[in-house]
């Protein structure tokens, strides 16, 4: 069983769309991170989100942490073709060890 | 300074080689972990050091062997593997286990095993 569940798990779209990717749970979590990973190369943190209802923006990207800490999402305005990735979120359950979603694939088409 | 440094990027080892894959970070974190990423599936957590002593080890074969010689150095020996071994090696460190325990990754190695 998934203690982190990522949807959609693929999304292709056209540069300058708007695109939201989801992580959620039925396990709190003391914190949340997201990662960006390219092939072949390690993931890149984005972001941490602590606070229930936390909303953190990174220039085009807009983290969002879930008032009961179980969920999060990643929204990014106006995608370019660099944004392509895996999106990746992570985080402790309370009382587990550190878990990955399974990630979001984002191709974005110039 | 975020940067955690992994060497070599890219090994290639017969099922009889012994090699070792090296891990560095100079946050002063005192959490250091390994992670095994086989291709389309997220990272998987493998072991966990916490200041320099062993804590978790998600029961990986005993042909993986990690060292944590001090707090910025951490290495994993490979003995015997075998090729469903093969795969991309993470190394991640953090401030401490626990809390808010944010993971800083290195660049990975991409091991292959003939």
């Known amino acids: 069983t998934q203690l982190l569940e990522q949807s959609p798990q693929f999304l292709s779209i056209q540069e300058g769309e708007n695109l939201t990717v989801y992580c959620n749970s039925s396990s709190v979590f003391s914190s949340l991170q997201w990662y960006r990973q390219e092939p072949g190369e390690g993931p890149v943190l984005l972001v941490t989100v602590v606070t229930g209802g936390e909303v953190k923006k990174l220039k085009r990207l807009t983290f969002q942490f879930g008032d009961a800490r179980k969920d999060s999402s990643l929204h990014i305005t106006a995608a370019q073709p660099g944004d392509t990735g895996l999106y990746l979120c992570a985080g402790r359950p309370e009382g587990q060890n550190f878990v990955f979603g399974p990630g979001t694939r984002l191709s974005v088409l110039p | 300074d975020t940067e955690v440094t992994q060497t070599p990027k890219h090994l290639v080892m017969g099922m009889t080689n012994k090699k070792s894959l090296k891990c560095e970070q100079h946050?002063?974190?005192?959490?250091m972990y390994w992670y095994k990423q086989k291709a389309k599936k997220p990272p998987e957590l493998m072991f966990v050091?916490?200041?320099?002593?062993?804590?978790i080890n998600e029961s990986v074969p005993s042909r993986f062997s990690p060292e944590c010689p001090n707090s910025s150095l951490l290495n994993l020996h490979l003995h015997a593997l075998q090729p469903e071994d093969s795969a991309l090696y993470l190394c991640?460190?953090?401030?401490?286990?626990?809390?808010?325990?944010?993971?800083?990754f290195g660049p990975g190695t991409r091991l292959t095993v003939l």
């Open positions: 946050m002063g974190h005192r959490a």
């Open positions: 991640a460190s953090s401030q401490e286990v626990g809390g808010t325990d944010t993971q800083y």
């Open positions: 050091y916490s200041y320099e002593k062993l804590s």
